[in-house]
């Protein structure tokens, strides 16, 4: 069965440092979505990519964070200059389309951060 | 605006009894619902979801959950539960720009 995998698994990083979360979405999905979930609270949605570019993004994706889809397989989320608080798991997440059936979102395994 | 609320943060079953998980959420329009498992160190799971069919909706491991449009509630149960269930569970809905809105969780202990 398709899935969607993530890695690095863990990431320790220093604080200032650029991070790149790798993911590859199942192959013919075509939204993608990162997540993500700060220890002992709930999974909050970070940016959703169609067609190329975002769709949308929530107050947490500032100016610190953006995506790319590359080479039409991976895709990433940068952290430009980590802070602590950016410590967390980082799921990605994708969906084939938005038709009755479709519509469920597929997640990785996860990304943990570690920002010493 | 749209939320997910999940009403236990902890639910401790002994294994073989029943396990009811709560879930209440608010909506302007019909939403779609997931409930979705994370065993330790995994990712998310799709346990099952509602999409405005049948109001009844059976999942993966004996799981089931039920839409209740008068109570806004779409809680998860399990006539007997097993130590392998142990695990964190949420609850979702879609917003109108098809972005998860979690819950924050329940964790579910089964005892022996």
């Known amino acids: 069965e398709p899935e969607v995998t993530q890695t690095p698994s863990h990431q320790v990083t220093q604080m200032g440092q650029e991070v790149i979360l790798r993911c590859v979405p199942i192959s013919n999905h075509l939204y993608f979505y990162w997540y993500r979930q700060i220890l002992g609270q709930k999974v909050e949605f970070l940016v959703s990519f169609y067609n190329n570019e975002i769709s949308e993004k929530s107050e947490i994706f500032d100016d610190q964070f953006s995506v790319e889809r590359p080479d039409g397989s991976n895709f990433t989320l940068k952290i430009r200059s980590t802070k602590l608080e950016d410590s967390a798991m980082y799921f990605c997440a994708s969906r084939l389309s938005v038709g009755v059936g479709t519509d469920t979102q597929y997640f990785g395994p996860g990304t943990r951060l570690t920002v010493l | 605006a749209q939320s997910v609320t999940q009403l236990d943060s902890h639910v401790s079953v002994s294994e073989g009894t029943p396990v009811l998980l709560r879930c209440n959420y608010s909506?302007?329009?019909?939403?779609?619902l997931f409930w979705y498992v994370q065993h330790p160190n995994k990712g998310l799971q799709l346990l099952l979801k509602?999409?405005?069919?049948?109001?009844l909706v059976k999942g993966i491991n004996g799981f089931e959950a039920e839409f209740k449009k008068s109570e806004t509630s779409f809680h998860l149960t399990k006539p007997s539960a097993h130590m392998s269930d142990a695990a964190e569970y949420f609850c979702?809905?879609?917003?109108?720009?098809?972005?998860?809105?979690f819950g924050t969780g329940t964790r579910l202990k089964v005892l022996a």
């Open positions: 979702a809905a879609y917003s109108g720009t098809y972005k998860y809105i």
């Open positions: 909506s302007s329009y019909s939403p779609s």
């Open positions: 509602y999409t405005s069919a049948a109001t």
